[in-house]
Nanobody, 120 residues
């Protein structure tokens, strides 16, 4: 069993910064990929950024140049650094991971979500 625990969501003013964390724990042989999605009120969930092992990260056009995904493999933790935040970034942010267990089975996991609100 694997668990993803997110943290770092908060209320921030436009132009401010936040860093989200997503820690994976449990039966983890390999973190194949980690990603961040978000869902704003009234909208569908959208991919913000994805980091696949051995590849460059990919970003949604709306966050390029402002958001950065990083991973600490030793801690099985992913981070989302969000700079120059805008009101339209307000959403619940979800961590997503593809993890291979010790029996080499790959599964998809989601975090519980963390609220980011950008408002003055």
């Amino acid at each position: 069993q694997v668990h993803l625990v997110e943290s770092g969501g908060d209320l921030v003013q436009p132009g401010g910064s936040l860093r989200l964390s997503c820690a994976a724990s449990g039966s983890i042989f390999e973190l194949v990929s980690m990603a961040w999605y978000r869902r704003a009120r009234g909208n569908e969930r959208e991919l913000v950024t994805r980091l696949i092992s051995g590849s460059d990260p990919a970003y949604a056009e709306s966050v390029k140049g402002r958001f950065t995904i990083a991973r600490d493999s030793a801690k099985n933790t992913a981070y989302l650094q969000m700079d120059n935040l805008k009101p339209e970034d307000t959403a619940i942010y979800y961590c997503h991971a593809v993890i291979r267990d010790y029996e080499r089975r790959g599964n998809v996991y989601w975090g519980q979500g963390t609220q980011v609100t950008v408002s003055s």
